[in-house]
Nanobody, 113 residues
């Protein structure tokens, strides 16, 4: 199983980034998928979830700014991040969960002026 994140980088406050997670080795459409993040010195936290029926859930801190989506044909998970804030700076991880849980290696997002 591989989950490979991409799309991270440096953004200024107010700008946007789009993260992508390419999944292989799993029946992607069966899995509940999520994005998590971990800032320096803090615990990993949930950002957004999308289940295998397409139902989404967001952390309060990102509601209205981030949007999670999935493409079950391309086996990809996405996170559209708008109106970025410095507090969004973290390593962002892709997560796949069914009977087992899998994690990607993470992609760094830095929001700074």
């Amino acid at each position: 199983v591989q989950l490979v994140e991409s799309g991270g980088g440096l953004a200024q406050p107010g700008e946007s980034l789009r993260l992508s997670c390419a999944a292989s080795g799993i029946v992607f459409s069966d899995y509940n998928m999520g994005w998590y993040r971990q800032a320096p010195g803090k615990q990993r936290e949930l950002v957004a979830l999308i289940n295998n029926h397409g139902v989404t859930n967001y952390a309060d801190s990102v509601k209205g700014r981030f949007s999670i989506s999935r493409d079950n044909v391309k086996n990809r998970l996405y996170l559209q991040m708008d109106s970025l804030k410095p507090d969004d700076t973290a390593v962002y991880y892709c997560n796949a969960r069914l009977m087992f849980t899998y994690w990607g290696q993470g992609t760094q997002v830095t929001v700074s002026s």
